[in-house]
């Protein structure tokens, strides 16, 4: 049930985010194309997701949990899909190739994690394969960090700073919860997250400084 209550929390604050930048930026609403809807459904429904199949494993609705993670392929291929396309877009068309490279090292931080995630769950690890599904969510949360960055005037580079505290705050003290400490598969899973980041921060320096 925690997990469906951090997933739930997380759908929260990334509808919060989005919707103050367009309330107090009324301007970008000019940039919601179909594409960018289509984009923001499939990261509500993937949120919800996250959130749903938490409440179906507490419930013992295994069967149900089993069919819906084999059908989130296709939702990840949309989200991954469709924000691929608005990066580069937002790259070219706004001059801001550093947002490419951030949005694309979300979705490689993001694909081996769901590909382990995965895998976890072949092998029943069921702690680790929530672990490993939401340290890969919250690779993807940079973009909600930026909108609240963005109102409150603060430079861009600010979401990435607080994204990896934020991720470890929340990986950690989930494990800890479960199990009292925080496990190898767990400090593994953010070594390779947060060394990502180090790899973005390193590309986006010699590129744009």
């Given at each position: 049930m925690l997990m469906g209550r951090i997933a739930l929390a997380l759908l929260g604050f990334t509808l919060f985010a989005f919707g103050l930048k367009a309330?107090?930026?009324?301007?970008?609403?000019?940039?919601?194309?179909?594409l960018v809807m289509?984009?923001?459904?499939s990261m509500i429904a993937w949120l919800s997701l996250l959130a749903?199949?938490?409440?179906?494993?507490?419930?013992?609705?295994f069967a149900a949990h089993r069919?819906?993670?084999?059908?989130?392929?296709?939702?990840?291929?949309?989200?991954?899909?469709?924000?691929?396309?608005?990066?580069?877009?937002?790259g070219l068309e706004l001059g801001r190739p550093e947002v490419t490279v951030v949005?694309?090292?979300?979705?490689?931080?993001?694909?081996?994690?769901?590909f382990l995630a995965l895998h976890f769950a072949r092998r029943?690890?069921?702690?680790?394969?929530?672990?490993?599904?939401l340290i890969a969510t919250?690779?993807?949360?940079?973009?909600?960090y930026a909108r609240v960055v963005q109102v409150l005037g603060l430079p861009d580079p600010v979401a990435i700073a607080v994204q990896v505290p934020i991720t470890i705050l929340i990986a950690c003290g989930y494990d800890w919860v479960l199990h009292g400490r925080i496990t190898r598969p767990v400090l593994a899973m953010l070594g390779f997250s947060?060394?990502?980041v180090v790899v973005m921060a390193g590309v986006l320096a010699v590129l744009f400084l």
């Amino acid at each position: 049930m925690l997990m469906g209550r951090i997933a739930l929390a997380l759908l929260g604050f990334t509808l919060f985010a989005f919707g103050l930048k367009a309330a107090v930026h009324p301007e970008v609403q000019a940039r919601y194309t179909p594409l960018v809807m289509f984009h923001a459904v499939s990261m509500i429904a993937w949120l919800s997701l996250l959130a749903s199949q938490s409440f179906l494993a507490a419930g013992y609705r295994f069967a149900a949990h089993r069919a819906t993670g084999r059908a989130s392929m296709a939702l990840v291929g949309a989200m991954l899909l469709s924000g691929g396309v608005i990066s580069w877009r937002i790259g070219l068309e706004l001059g801001r190739p550093e947002v490419t490279v951030v949005n694309l090292a979300a979705f490689a931080t993001f694909v081996p994690l769901y590909f382990l995630a995965l895998h976890f769950a072949r092998r029943r690890d069921i702690a680790a394969h929530r672990q490993a599904m939401l340290i890969a969510t919250l690779a993807l949360m940079t973009p909600a960090y930026a909108r609240v960055v963005q109102v409150l005037g603060l430079p861009d580079p600010v979401a990435i700073a607080v994204q990896v505290p934020i991720t470890i705050l929340i990986a950690c003290g989930y494990d800890w919860v479960l199990h009292g400490r925080i496990t190898r598969p767990v400090l593994a899973m953010l070594g390779f997250s947060v060394g990502l980041v180090v790899v973005m921060a390193g590309v986006l320096a010699v590129l744009f400084l």
